[in-house]
């Protein structure tokens, strides 16, 4: 069985962990959209432990069974939106699901083609736990209709199909937003690790913009991270590795790719000015560092864009 830490990149890497035909799951834009009644077949459900790298959301329609996130257990009911990010550890059981829709994204997603500045609009979806919340049949009604229409989309040809998706899903998330987040206080273990994790992300997100602003010109190392927090680096690392599953430099890596992703986006900008945003003093650098995680060089992946 695979421990607690197991981080799985994509939900096709899950589904293969666990036996299930995953050919319906189409992540090669980062982002997908599907519904589970389609890929289970048998009940009951139960997931491995895992830990995924990327963002989730779940719309339970008519669905009966049992989520675990960190270490905290809810009820899988009808009407039910659960959201999820990145680290978290989570299972999950289905005992019976007769209509549940799916979304995954990444973070590199949201920068390309909802918006490059996502997290000072949707601050929520760098909050560590969001407890499920059950809507109104009303409420309900209006999320689904939205996720259809962006299933439709993504299924469909169209050579704006991603901008399209994109900005249904800014009126998603706004609408995520207005029903979870007004008057609403995210859950609070009482866990002094769980603070130190939500304000890391909350550091690495304002270094990231302060660098794409030019407000500062060089990247942050680990033991900044850890003096921000007036913490010993080994206790930073021992707590964000324990409560993601991933270490702070693994973190500052996803982060710098997802920027970069973003910036290669606008083609007014070369790839040295890029570079020079991101903290590099040479283009160089830069490239060989996107291609060590990408396996593609910077301009390679900017040809492919649409």
């Known amino acids: 069985m695979p ?3 197991l981080v799985v990149k994509t939900l096709n890497e899950l589904y293969e962990l666990m036996g299930l035909s995953h ?3 189409d992540q090669t834009s980062g ?20 830990r995924p790298n990327f963002f989730s959301f779940l719309f339970i329609k008519d669905a009966f069974g049992n989520y675990t996130i960190d270490d905290l257990s809810f009820p899988m009911v009808p009407g039910t939106v659960y959201f999820t990010n990145p680290g978290n550890f989570r299972k999950f059981e289905w005992h019976k699901v ?5 979304v995954v994204f990444t973070e590199s997603y949201l920068k390309e083609q909802v918006h490059p500045d996502i997290y000072r609009e949707f601050s929520f979806l760098l909050t560590e736990t969001v407890e499920p919340r059950v809507l109104t049949p009303g409420q309900f009604a209006i999320i689904e ?4 229409f962006i299933y439709r989309e993504h299924q469909g040809d169209s050579p704006y199909k991603n901008k399209i998706i994109g900005s249904a899903v800014v009126t998603l998330l706004l609408k995520i937003k207005e029903y979870f987040f007004q008057g609403y206080n995210p859950i609070y ?6 603070q130190i994790v939500k304000t890391f992300k ?5 270094h990231f913009r302060d660098l794409a602003n030019g407000k500062t010109d060089a990247q942050l190392r680990v033991q900044d991270y850890a003096d921000k927090q007036f913490l010993h680096v080994n206790y930073l690392s021992s707590v964000i590795t324990s409560k993601t599953g991933k270490s702070i430099s693994a973190w500052i890596a996803d982060k710098t790719i997802a920027e970069a992703k973003a910036m290669l986006q606008d083609k007014q900008m ?3 000015e890029i570079a020079s945003r991101l903290g590099f003093l040479e283009a160089s650098h830069f490239s060989n560092y996107f291609k060590k995680h990408t396996s593609q060089s910077p301009a390679d992946y900017r040809k492919q864009l649409v």
């Open 202 to 206: 909350q550091n690495l997100e304002q």
């Open 189 to 194: 273990e009482g866990n002094r690790s769980s």
């Open 31 to 50: 982002f997908s959209i599907l519904y589970l009644q389609d890929l289970f077949k048998e009940y009951p459900v139960s997931s491995i432990p895992f």
């Open 145 to 148: 209709e939205l996720y259809k």
């Open 270 to 272: 070369n790839i040295k």
């Open 98 to 102: 007769t209509e549940t829709c799916l």
């Open 3 to 5: 421990s607690k830490n």
């Open 23 to 25: 050919e319906i799951v």
